[in-house]
């Protein structure tokens, strides 16, 4: 089965585009603003506001008339009623009202990117894992790999298999984490089996399982006559327990009677 499925198994279903940007409104809703967040804050009124501005390293945002604004450590509700009382309380506005989008989720935010149907920035919300980013993207394409490398700051790259993810093994993220998603590794199968070509490798793959993906040999191939090219070398009656690699080429002989 095709890896665009696998976050179907694991939530159900593939996110529709609609139910993506659905998801992504509600996080508006209940992201905290950082650090170099983009808010357009508009206030509508009979001095109407309109400005697009970035969350300073102090935490604030400048406002016309009201100077620095405290945005960091809030929700867009909160700064919008924050504003809203501010401008109140100045005699500015009599009854202000006042709207705040997040227009870029930067401070709190993991990326994904590769084989997805929608790569891109995902704010942190609420406790995120490697599923649930899996499911906003809208799950992974036909060429995806069974797994995503996970790339977080001062470790390692770390290779989460998505089976492992059904199995309720899910990784915790955190803001700054990046999922990459490449596409499947390729091997091809040559000779004498029924669906000759390309094979897509799945991890923990061997050679037993690379001809069953490939119809199995014909009534003239034979399992013990296997040969592997890999790069410069070529191995004769390889082993049907060998994990393969990608770019590997695998040619099954006919028997010899």
């Known amino acids: 089965m095709k890896m665009l499925v696998h976050v179907a198994l694991l939530l159900g279903t593939v996110a529709s585009p609609i139910a993506v940007h659905a998801a992504i409104e509600a996080t508006s809703a209940s992201y905290t603003l950082g650090i170099n967040d983009e808010v357009q804050v508009s206030v509508f009124g009979g001095h109407p506001i309109d400005v697009k501005t970035r969350v300073k390293e102090n935490g604030g945002i400048t406002l016309p008339m009201l100077g620095e604004v405290q945005a960091a450590g809030q929700t867009a509700n909160q700064l919008a009623s924050n504003i809203a009382q501010k401008l109140k309380a100045g005699s500015y506005y009599v009854n202000p009202i006042v709207n705040v989008e997040i227009t870029s989720f930067v401070s709190n935010s993991v990326?994904?990117?590769?084989?997805?149907?929608?790569p891109g920035l995902y704010p942190i919300d609420r406790p995120l894992t490697v599923a649930m980013v899996l499911a906003r993207a809208g799950g992974t394409r036909n060429d995806a790999a069974d797994y995503v490398i996970l790339r977080r700051k001062g470790q390692p790259?770390?290779?989460?298999?998505?089976?492992?993810?059904?199995?309720?093994?899910?990784?915790p993220l955190i803001a700054g984490d990046s999922i990459f998603v490449p596409a499947a590794p390729l091997l091809y199968v040559y000779g004498q089996v029924n669906k000759p070509g390309k094979i897509e490798i799945r991890s923990g793959m061997t050679l037993r399982q690379a001809i069953a993906e490939a119809g199995g040999p014909t009534l003239a191939g034979t399992q013990k006559r296997i040969t592997l090219t890999r790069g410069p070398t070529t191995q004769k009656k390889v082993p049907l327990d060998t994990p393969v690699q990608a770019g590997d080429v695998y040619f099954v002989n006919e028997k010899l009677f």
């Open 111 to 118: 990326t994904a990117f590769g084989s997805l149907q929608q």
């Open 157 to 171: 790259d770390r290779r989460v298999i998505l089976d492992e993810l059904a199995n309720g093994s899910d990784e």
